[in-house]
Every structure is written in structure tokens, then in C-alpha cells.
């Protein structure tokens, strides 16, 4: 575990403001998001990035409920696209929606939510991770997608501030007039150049990025919360230092975190007092170097295979 040194976040007081302030570098706002998003400037956003809420359990065992559950979150969207900055990016993080066992893979019905919009999508990022619940009637599901809108053609994209290590830095090209010469980038690779798969026409890129589940060590209460690092790639790909960075369903806001840890403002929306309460203990744990943090550059943890934990049980091992 590892927490952040208050000296590296010279720009920000600690304070989180109630309310926006065009100068302010932190502010959470209490209550529905379609109130609390009207009262925000035009274009001020230059990335929203959000797991919007999958509460669609019970109430949603209609055949038409997957359709009035977007219909419901529609003029969030909308207010969502007036905020956000003609050069900004929104990316909406999304898993499936399980009904009597069938299988309903959200992000695909919100692409053509999105694209009415005239948003333009710029990728579809798959977060895979490698724990979770055992399936039995179909394969387990271990992966969630991140769909990256632009709002228009000219973005930003700090590819330099996000490339991880190459595998092979000191590949040469063999042949041609470079012949001889490196072939890689001395600051590593494009992290989504990592294609793992080819499923029909989608490139699907691997996000190794442990889950937030019970033994990470930024782990809260709320059930479905944002690691950190996921939002950290978004923060420094997609913004510039002082820019805005939104979250309309802020959570225990690990977005938000996110964006102050590079410097970048934050704003949430959050209904949940608890959830708004946990977010302001979040950031004074931050302010005060205490926050649990896993890094962006630390490696997913393999095993050796000399933990007993990765061993063949001996119970096991007659039958294997
Ligand atoms: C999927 S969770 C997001 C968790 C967040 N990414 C984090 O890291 O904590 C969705 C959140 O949206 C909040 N929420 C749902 N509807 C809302 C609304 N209309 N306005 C504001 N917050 C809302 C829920 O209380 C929940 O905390």
C-alpha cells in the first residue's frame, strides 16, 4: 500500500468547495446531478469521466425496463454535453446488465445514446481484471468497457504522459533506411496498442488494473467503486494541468481524486450523503498523506508459483 506525500500536490490548499467557482480546484456537489449539472457554465468541462449508476435489479424485470433506464438518464446526458468543453472528452464506464440470466452488454446500447449526440467515439476500452464472481451457466465475466467520446475533432491526447514499458525496448529495425536504428520509444509504449484479442471488428485493449475488490487497498464501502489508476490514464491522456475534470456520479469520488493528484480540477455530483461523506474523508486523508493509493506504474502481481496459495492442493492433486 502506499499513500501520496502532500509536497506533490503543491497547488491545491485541501480545501473542497459546495460550489462552483471558476478558480477553485475541488468541489462536490450534494444532490441529483440533473439539479446540480444546471447550474454549471456551458463547455466548462474538459473531461467527464463516469460510471453511471446500474441500479436496474428488481425494479427493472420488465421487458422494457433496459430502455426506461436509459430513457431516465437521458437529459443527464444531455446537460452532460452542454458542459462539456468543445474539445473535451467524456468516457462512461460501464459493465453488463444481467436479466433471468441473459446478458445485456451496456456500453452497446449506449454508443447510439451517445452518437444522437454527435459525440464521436475514439475507443472502446476494455478494463479487464482478472477476479471476480464464478460464473456456472456461462463463462465469468471479467472485463467492463470504458467507451472514449470526443465532442468534436480537435482533442486533447497526451500519449507521451501515459505510455508504459515496452516489452522488447531494444527492438532494431532490421531492415529499410532505419535499418540498425531503435525502432521503439525510449519513454515505452501506447498503452492501447496492446491488443489482446480481435473480436470480430472491435480491437479490444487490456487494461490490466486490479478491480477494486475487498483487498485492494483503496477499497470503501460503496459496491462498485473506481480504482484510482483506471481514472488516472483518462486525468493525464485526456486534460492539461487546471483543466476541469467532472464526474456527475461522484461516489466515494475516486475520479476526483484522480484529478487532483495530477493537478487538475475536480468537480462531483452525489446524491449519497454517506458516499459525499467518505469522498470528503478521502481528500483530507489525501491532504494529509494517508490516503491508500495503488500507483499507475505499479505492475499487476503475478505469482511465482512458489506460493502455496498458487500450488496444487494435495486433495486435488490424485485427480489432476
Ligand atoms: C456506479 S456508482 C459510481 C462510483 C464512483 N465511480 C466511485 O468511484 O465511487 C454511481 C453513483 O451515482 C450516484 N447517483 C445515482 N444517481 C444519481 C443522481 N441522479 N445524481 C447524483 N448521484 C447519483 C450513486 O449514489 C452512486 O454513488
Known amino acids: ?39 454549471l ?25 433496459l430502455e426506461e433506464y436509459l430513457q431516465a438518464l437521458d437529459p443527464i446526458v444531455a446537460q452532460l454535453v452542454k458542459v462539456l468543453a468543445k474539445d473535451g472528452s467524456l468516457c462512461w464506464q460501464v459493465g453488463n446488465y444481467v436479466e433471468n440470466s441473459e446478458v445485456f452488454p451496456l456500453d452497446i446500447f449506449y454508443y447510439p445514446f451517445f452518437k444522437r449526440y454527435g459525440l464521436k467515439l475514439r475507443n472502446r476500452i476494455i478494463w479487464h481484471f482478472e477476479h471476480g ?60 496498442d496492446y491488443w489482446q484479442i480481435v473480436v470480430r471488428d472491435w480491437e479490444i485493449a487490456l487494461w490490466e488494473i486490479p478491480n477494486v475488490k475487498n483487498n485492494h487497498p483503496e477499497k470503501t464501502l460503496h459496491p462498485c467503486q473506481f480504482p484510482i489508476e483506471l481514472v488516472e490514464r483518462c486525468v493525464l491522456a485526456l486534460t492539461n494541468e487546471d483543466d476541469w475534470v467532472l464526474d456527475p456520479f461522484s461516489g466515494v469520488g475516486s475520479a476526483l481524486l ?11 455530483c452525489e446524491k449519497d450523503d454517506e458516499y459525499l461523506r467518505i469522498a470528503t474523508q ?32 494435495i486433495e486435488w492433486q490424485a485427480k489432476a
Not at 41 to 65: C, D, V
Not at 258 to 268: D, F, Q, S
Not at 284 to 289: E, S, V
Open 1 to 39: 500500500m502506499q499513500s501520496v506525500d502532500p509536497v506533490l500536490l503543491p497547488f491545491w490548499n485541501g480545501r473542497v468547495e459546495q460550489a462552483f467557482r471558476p478558480e477553485a480546484r475541488a468541489v462536490m456537489l450534494s444532490g441529483d446531478c440533473h439539479e446540480t449539472l444546471a447550474s
Open 41 to 65: 457554465p456551458r463547455g466548462f468541462a474538459k473531461l467527464i469521466i463516469t460510471s453511471p449508476p446500474y441500479n436496474l435489479g428488481k425494479a427493472y424485470e420488465k421487458a422494457t425496463a
Open 133 to 192: 464472481l464464478h460464473a456456472s451457466k456461462r463463462f465469468s465475466g471479467r472485463y467492463e468497457v470504458l467507451l472514449w467520446f470526443t465532442k468534436g475533432d480537435k482533442f486533447t491526447f497526451n500519449l507521451d504522459a501515459v505510455r508504459v514499458p515496452s516489452k522488447y525496448p531494444g527492438k532494431r529495425h532490421y531492415k529499410g533506411p532505419k535499418v540498425g536504428k531503435l525502432s521503439g520509444n525510449p519513454l515505452g509504449k501506447n498503452p492501447s
Open 258 to 268: 484522480a484529478a487532483v493528484l495530477h493537478n487538475r480540477r475536480a468537480m462531483g
Open 282 to 313: 478521502r481528500f483530507a486523508d489525501l491532504r494529509a498523506g494517508r490516503l491508500p493509493y495503488r500507483p499507475l506504474t505499479r505492475p499487476v502481481y503475478r505469482p511465482t508459483g512458489r506460493e502455496k496459495i498458487s500450488q496444487m492442493p
